[in-house]
């Protein structure tokens, strides 16, 4: 029984409770409702010069490789340079037993010097004949005997002092240098090796990396539109064009190289042709072998720079931005995109300079609500307010 009573007593509570509460509403009016608004910040669209890029992978290649050969045959004595180091042109590598070449050398000036006694001997027993010859006290072949052996003589000393020459060098080339100047790697050769003139297998080798080539495979369909970016400048080709090279993806490393040359030989197996681009490269970031990324330039045109984040997609794939018009009315247009360069989305037509793009608050936007609007900023450009 107590149940059945409490029961009418709840009821009459919550009628009366409800009927306040609806009292209360109808005396508040209808503008102080607080209103919908949408957070959005929005860029203005501003055109400016674009130049369009293929980004391609590129291998490093040293500017210079020299491998290091013996000129003379000889007993290696020493290692003259350390192993992995700088080294300089005319910078001594390797020593050859000298002593061999000592000895021929001191031959070869024996020779010489005997050849120098029969000049000498020859050259007075002419000049006598030639003087006896004018009063005719001589006989017409013992001068020219005399004459062909002064000659002969001669020849003889010129001969010798070649071979002199030659030993000489030789002794030279027992001390074998650096032709060039660059980064030595690993000797291939120790002390005691007998090496020969002519061998095949090199001693150690040399790569000069203060600059490097760069070897870009471009498709050959691309080939087409570099000439025309060429057309346009002041250069009647490739040669000498920029290209941007990405070592690290921060830019900290980042470097600028040019082009040297474009192939002509197209590889009938990819369809695609040897683009080569030289870049300065004084702290040897870039080792041979290495692959790097490189932005070969394509196109050039006005365009608008705009965030990933503000390509918005439609059902059919069709690209579109959100602009804020005049009456905050939020619009959408359909943009043409033409790549992407240095992580924002290149626009070339739909935009006209000066409209405000949403760059962020498009997900959010309500039917009706008001738009509450700020500029955006990028993480390297925090807002001061």
Request: contains cysteine; aromatic residues 4%; hydrophobic residues 40%.
């Amino acid at each position: 029984m107590t149940l059945d009573i409490q029961k009418p007593r709840l009821l009459l509570a919550t009628l009366l409770a409800t009927s306040l509460l609806s009292g209360c509403n109808e005396g508040v009016p209808a503008e102080m409702e607080t209103p919908m608004v949408s957070n959005v910040s929005v860029l203005q669209a501003e055109k400016q010069s674009v130049t369009l890029v293929d980004e391609l992978q590129g291998r490093v290649v040293a500017f210079r490789i020299a491998e290091i050969r013996p000129q003379v045959s000889g007993i290696i004595t020493h290692r003259l340079f350390k192993q992995g180091e700088l080294t300089a042109k005319d910078q001594p590598l390797f020593q050859i037993d000298k002593a061999p070449f000592i000895i021929d050398i001191k031959e070869k000036e024996a020779s010489l010097e005997q050849a120098q006694v029969n000049l000498d001997q020859a050259q007075s027993k002419y000049l006598r004949l030639q003087a006896l010859d004018k009063s005719s006290a001589v006989s017409k072949q013992a001068f020219d005997e005399a004459s062909f052996n002064f000659k002969k003589a001669s020849a003889n000393v010129l001969q010798n002092e070649a071979t002199l020459d030659q030993s000489r060098l030789n002794l030279k080339y027992a001390t074998i240098t650096a032709p060039i100047s660059g980064i030595i790697e690993q000797a291939l050769v120790t002390e005691g090796t007998l090496v020969n003139k002519g061998d095949s297998a090199a001693l150690a080798i040399i790569k000069q990396i203060d600059k490097v080539y760069i070897d870009v495979r471009q498709p050959a369909s691309k080939l087409a539109s570099l000439r025309k970016l060429v057309a346009k400048g002041s250069k009647t080709n490739a040669r000498g064009l920029d290209v941007n090279v990405i070592v690290s993806d921060d830019n900290s490393e980042n470097m600028t190289g040019q082009i040297v040359f474009s192939g002509i030989s197209v590889d009938v197996n990819t369809g695609d042709l040897i683009v080569r681009i030289i870049a300065n490269n004084p702290n040897h970031t870039l080792l041979p072998g290495m692959y790097v990324r490189t932005e070969i330039p394509r196109r050039k045109l006005d365009a608008f720079l705009l965030p990933q984040q503000a390509i918005q997609r439609a059902s059919n794939g069709d690209a579109f931005v959100a602009v804020v018009g005049e009456n905050n009315e939020v619009e959408k247009r359909v943009v043409t995109l033409d790549g992407v360069q240095n992580f924002q989305y290149v626009v070339s037509q739909g935009l006209k300079t000066g409209d405000r793009v949403i760059v962020e608050g498009y997900d959010n936007l309500m039917p009706g609500a008001e738009l509450n609007i700020s500029q955006w900023q990028t993480a390297e450009q925090p807002n001061q307010a």
